[in-house]
């Protein structure tokens, strides 16, 4: 049984991006369709479709994004908030990550949300990834 799905989806994403692979397969929950259509906005990954499994067992096939050179766009991909050691956020503290080359990716009240939207919203929350 995993207890943070969160992390898992992170880390097939992450082990996909490094053995060059462009389709993996995630464990549906709602929070990781929240950071897919995140990365998605931020152009990522190029798609995902939830797949109704068996037993109403759902999946997310995730198609990520290489360059020309073949290199995938996600250089870096972190968990930062755990289940033993939260990390929230406030508004002000919220600005740009990696030199606005990176997306931190936040759970906040309007939902799940990029850095760039929460900073122009003015609102703050729970840090969950940081992807660059």
Do not use: P
């Not at 798609?47 to 073949?70: P, R």
Request: charged content about 25%; hydrophobic content about 35%; glycine content about 6%.
């Amino acid at each position: 049984m995993i207890n943070d799905m969160i992390a898992d989806a992170l880390t097939r994403i992450r082990n996909a991006a490094l053995r060059k692979i462009t389709v993996t397969t995630l464990l549906h929950s709602n929070i990781v369709v929240g950071i897919l259509n995140v990365l998605k906005q931020k152009d990522y990954i190029k798609e995902f479709n939830v797949i109704d499994g068996k037993n109403n067992k759902k999946s997310i096939e995730v198609v990520l994004k290489y360059d020309k050179h073949e290199n995938s766009v996600i250089n870096e991909i972190k968990r930062v908030s755990k289940s033993g050691r939260r990390v929230y956020k406030i508004s002000s503290d919220i600005k740009k990550f990696k030199n606005g080359y990176g997306t931190i990716i936040l759970s906040t009240s309007k939902g799940i949300i990029s850095n760039d939207e929460a900073y122009s919203n003015n609102t703050g929350g729970e840090v969950l990834c940081t992807v660059w």
